[in-house]
């Protein structure tokens, strides 16, 4: 029988991981929370920026608390792709053409922009919630 400190032999529980001694958010779940974030960031929305990131944010909160204890890394990564997928909006609301220019889209909203705007970062809260134990 596998034991769950080793690697690869982990066991799945209610959205969770557990392999060598750690504890990691089950892909099912991440594929889930991207595929809704997909969905309220589509780029013909018609929903304006703000209204969009409200949304984001109640929802973002809730998984958060939830999966908190994931890895870091793993937050810095969802932030990245939420801010890409609002960044996508922005070019269409605004007529631009996204294809090899992110660099250029990055420097026009940086992630500043975003936390301005009240956007939740997934990344930030776990290091505000891994301060205070």
């Known amino acids: 029988m596998g034991n769950c400190l080793e690697q690869e ?6 959205g969770d991981r557990f392999e060598a001694g750690k504890r990691y958010v089950r892909s099912k779940s991440l594929k889930a929370l ?3 974030i997909r969905q309220k960031t ?9 209204f969009v990131i409200d949304t984001l944010n109640s ?9 908190k204890h994931g890895q870091r890394k793993l937050f810095k990564y969802l932030d990245g792709f939420i801010r890409r997928r609002l960044r996508r909006i922005l070019c269409k609301y605004n007529g631009k053409s996204i ?3 992110s660099k250029a889209i990055h420097r026009r909203w940086p992630n500043i922009f975003f936390a301005k705007r009240g956007l939740f970062t997934l990344y930030e809260a776990h290091v505000a ?3 205070s134990r």
């Open 59 to 67: 929802m973002l909160k809730g998984w958060f608390e939830y999966f």
């Open 42 to 50: 589509k780029r013909n929305c018609g929903k304006s920026l703000d």
């Open 9 to 14: 032999q982990g066991f799945e529980f209610l």
């Open 129 to 131: 919630a891994c301060q």
């Open 99 to 101: 294809f090899g220019k």
């Open 34 to 36: 991207k595929d809704k």
